[in-house]
Structure formats: structure tokens, C-alpha cells
């Protein structure tokens, strides 16, 4: 059971809108930024796609999102492509368990 | 080029030892905080460990703590993780990542820890 509460699966058309969300508490998300990880292939490095809860890095294009409210974050993915299909990671620290946590990881699959 | 590549992973018997290494090129990792994160065979990312700038600081998952150590050394850009007393559950891909939650973040290739039972 991971701290962070994501959905395990979401799914959507090519070029529709799709949110992830990311549960947790004020002792992470609630006091500490959120970020985001694609891991397209599972073994393989995952991919930064949004920082502080809601900054991109610049070579992530602006289709994809981040926001943060109270003690839940939000990924937003817009115009979805078939390379979006992957697995994404919500994180934050822990205060209370002084550590870093991951959300167990939800799949998106683009039909 | 900014990399960070591990090494050290193989196959390993309960109760065993392993040393995983984690080396920079093209930055110097002293600025920055290194995490460790794993991945078992079908499972989600699990972070292990992080250690700050001078490794006057470290933090450990609760599975790992007592068994797991971190260290570091500046002058060779490298990050090390003892690990003892290796379980079935520490099988995983573990990979090095420098700066986990910030933009200028990198990760390692990751490398196979493999439990031999």
C-alpha cells in the first residue's frame, strides 16, 4: 500500500483529455512539492515531467500538466498521443516518515 | 555529456552483499542530493535512499534500515550503496539519480540486483 494513492489505470481516445490524480496527506503533498515521473518501459530511467507541483521542465512540451490543491496533485496530459502510453509516478517527501514516497503508479493507456 | 551510470548489480544468495557504485560524468555531483529508487520485477518505483551534498545527512526506506548504507566521495563523483543482509525483496533494478524532484534532475541506466535463490 503506497503512501501517495494514484488510480492504477486510466485510459483515453488519441487527442482527448485525461487527468491522473495523486492522493496523500499534510505530512507530504500537503506541506512538500509534488512531481511527476513517465516511465514509458518499465526497467528503464523514468522522465521528469513536472517539478514543485506545477513547473515543467523545458523540454517536456506544455500538453502536459501539474497542479497541486491541499493534499492531492493533478497531472493533466491534453491531446493525447499513442506515445503517451506509459506508466506515471506522482512523488513527494514525507515528513513523517522522513523519506521520499512514490505513488503506487498509474497506467495510461490511449485507445 | 551529463551521465550517471551504476554499477555493482548481479546475482547475489540471501543473506549476501552487494556494493552498488554510481559515477557522474559531465557534472560534478557534490552540488546535489543522490537518491537511490528501485523497481522490482512487475512493481512500481520504490525510493531506497538519498544522502546530501557533504553525506552529513541520509535517509533510508524502513525496509532497508540497518542492512542499507550510503556514502559518498566528492573527489571521485561517486555515490555508493553498501547493501547486506540481501532478501528475495531486494531484487529489483536500482538506479542513482541525482536532484530526484528538480529540473535539472539525471538518472542512471539502473542496474539488476538479482536474488539467486
Known amino acids: 500500500q503506497s503512501v501517495l494513492t494514484q488510480p492504477p489505470s486510466v485510459s483515453a481516445a488519441p487527442g482527448q483529455k485525461v487527468t491522473i490524480s495523486c492522493s496523500g496527506s499534510?505530512?507530504?503533498?500537503?506541506?512538500?512539492?509534488a512531481f511527476w515521473y513517465q516511465q514509458q518501459v518499465p526497467g528503464t530511467a523514468p522522465k521528469l515531467l513536472i517539478y514543485d507541483n506545477d513547473k515543467r521542465p523545458s523540454r517536456i512540451p506544455d500538453r502536459f500538466s501539474g497542479s497541486k490543491s491541499d493534499t492531492s496533485a493533478t497531472l493533466g496530459i491534453t491531446g493525447l498521443q499513442t506515445g503517451d502510453e506509459a506508466d506515471y509516478y506522482c512523488?513527494?517527501?514525507?515528513?513523517?516518515?522522513?523519506?521520499?514516497?512514490f505513488g503506487g503508479g498509474t497506467k495510461l493507456t490511449v485507445l | 555529456e551529463v551521465q550517471m551510470v551504476e554499477s555493482g548489480g548481479g546475482l547475489v544468495q540471501p543473506g549476501g552483499s552487494l556494493r552498488l557504485s554510481c559515477a557522474a560524468s559531465g557534472f560534478s555531483l557534490s552540488t546535489y542530493w543522490i537518491s537511490w529508487v528501485r523497481q522490482a520485477p512487475g512493481k512500481g518505483l520504490e525510493w531506497v535512499a538519498n544522502?546530501?551534498?557533504?553525506?552529513?545527512?541520509?535517509y533510508y526506506v524502513d525496509s532497508v534500515k540497518g542492512r542499507f548504507t550510503l556514502s559518498r566521495d566528492n573527489a571521485k563523483n561517486s555515490v555508493f550503496l553498501q547493501m547486506n543482509s540481501l532478501r528475495a525483496e531486494d531484487t529489483a533494478v536500482y538506479y542513482c539519480?541525482?536532484?530526484?524532484?528538480?529540473?535539472?534532475?539525471?538518472w542512471g541506466q539502473g542496474t539488476l540486483v538479482t536474488d539467486s535463490s
Open positions: 512523488g513527494s517527501w514525507d515528513n513523517s516518515l522522513s523519506a521520499l514516497v
Open positions: 539519480a541525482s536532484a530526484i524532484a528538480a529540473v535539472d534532475c539525471s
Open positions: 544522502i546530501n551534498q557533504d553525506g552529513g545527512k541520509k
Open positions: 499534510s505530512s507530504n503533498i500537503g506541506n512538500n512539492h
